[in-house]
């Protein structure tokens, strides 16, 4: 059986859905204190927080050595990033290729970046939703597994139209990870 690293950053609800779908998963790692960390505890699952820094004292690369490495101590296969909110150096890709992937709330290659959700509204479309990707070395790329369209409703907020996107991801996301662990 393959051996599952979730990595996240903040509310969690991703993780939640995929600890409900009863996913095996190894370790739950942060690069913050987080409620992704409170739920993965109550849930009886490993943690581990590597902190990071933010400005100039933030060196990415090693940064990324110590998540590298402590994956391969732990023996994980493939890692799955969901809310994570750090950007890799290289050398993660390299030691993980076709191994990690992450959720993005847009319809890639539309809408990079962490304001993905915002400027789908700004931007008028009627349409956007989530990615599931392979993650590469460039931030909000890589082979594309799963799309879901999400519509934009008139009167959307930042927050509706989100939540409305995670419903999908919520769903979706599980699906596509237990796959790949049974690939
Ligand atoms: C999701 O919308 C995901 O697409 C994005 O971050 C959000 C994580 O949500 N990368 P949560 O922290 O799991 O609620």
Not at 68 to 95: H, N, Q, S, W
Not at 120 to 128: D, F, I, P, R, Y
Request: net charge neutral; with cysteine.
């Amino acid at each position: 059986m393959k051996k599952l690293a979730v990595l996240v950053s903040g509310v969690g609800s991703i993780l939640e859905a995929l600890i409900s779908k009863k996913l095996t998963i190894a370790l739950v790692l942060a690069d913050r204190e987080c409620r992704a960390v409170e739920i993965a505890k109550v849930a009886g699952i490993r943690t581990e927080i590597i902190p990071r820094t933010f400005g100039k004292t933030f060196n990415r690369h090693l940064y990324t050595l110590n998540v590298v490495r402590l994956l391969k101590d732990r023996g994980i296969d493939l890692v799955v990033m969901a809310g994570y909110m750090t950007v890799f150096a290289p050398v993660m890709f390299e030691e993980y290729a076709n191994r990690i992937t992450n959720i993005h709330p847009s319809l890639l290659p539309e809408f990079k970046g962490e304001r993905a959700v915002a400027d789908a509204l700004e931007s008028g479309a009627k349409v956007t939703g989530t990615t599931i990707h392979l993650a590469t070395e460039k931030l909000d790329d890589g082979p594309i597994i799963a799309q879901e369209a999400v519509l934009v409703l008139d009167g959307d907020t930042v927050e509706t139209l989100w939540e409305r996107i995670k419903i999908v991801e919520r769903r979706l996301y599980p699906e596509v990870v237990q796959k790949l662990l049974e690939e």
